[in-house]
């Protein structure tokens, strides 16, 4: 596609269930990022992949989330026992990076899934 | 700790002003600064980049960068009622790979 594509757009579940996000980023780019946006918030850094690998994941809030890239291009991001601070838009956002890693430019962020935790 | 502080507003100014927008960070040793658009139900999308000292020009949007005093600023002027977005200014940080956003603020353009 042109565009980052993420699914769900939105996703309703109750406390404790379990959640998968998924994030499709633009053809060729090396590194996706998936970012966390409370209201009235910029968004937050989860977690950062170039290539299949997750070069730094130190935003993840705790072991219950956990996200892969097995080919280096579609991410999903997973949600164990969801609490209801969870709640929060998730961005997906892919760059074309150097291979080094440094972004060569601007980040082109998906529209979104909002997650809320009833 | 990487920190990008932003004024969170919401900041109202009328239709056909300079609306100024202000940024600080912690990090002396960031190269380069942007500043992404955000609409309401939006995801945020780039409008400016500066990696230099001093003005960049675009338009009716001037970002002006201060390094020294660890500040980055965006000026719209002429601002018209679908500018009302809000403005987050985003620094980079781990060797360039990623960014960091400041909570944004909010523009909002009155007719």
């Known amino acids: 596609g042109a565009g980052v594509s993420q699914t769900p757009s939105n996703k309703v579940t109750e406390k404790g269930k379990y959640v998968e996000l998924r994030c499709d980023p633009i053809s060729g780019h090396t590194a996706l990022y998936w970012y966390r946006q409370s209201l009235g918030q910029g968004p937050e850094f989860l977690i950062y992949f170039q290539g299949t690998g997750a070069a730094d994941d130190s935003g993840l809030p705790n072991d219950r989330f956990f996200a892969v890239r097995p080919e280096g291009s579609v991410s999903t991001l997973k949600i164990q026992r969801t609490e209801r601070g969870d709640s929060a838009v998730y961005l997906c956002a892919s760059s074309l990076n150097l291979a080094g890693g440094a972004m060569v430019g601007e980040l082109f962020f998906g529209e979104g899934s909002r997650l809320t935790v009833l | 700790q990487k920190e990008v502080e932003q004024n969170s507003g919401p900041l109202s100014v009328p239709e056909g002003a300079i609306a100024s927008l202000n940024c600080t960070y912690s990090d002396r040793v960031s190269q380069s600064f942007f500043w992404y658009r955000q609409y309401s139900g939006k995801s945020p999308e780039l409008i400016m980049s500066i990696y230099s000292n001093g003005d960049k020009e675009d338009g009716r949007f001037t970002a002006q960068l201060n390094k020294a005093s660890q500040y980055v600023s965006l000026l719209i002027r002429d601002s018209q009622p679908s500018d009302s977005a809000t403005y987050l200014c985003?620094?980079?940080?781990?060797?360039?790979?990623?960014?960091?956003f400041g909570g944004g603020t909010r523009l909002m353009v009155k007719p």
């Open positions: 985003a620094v980079p940080y781990n060797a360039g790979n990623m960014l960091t």
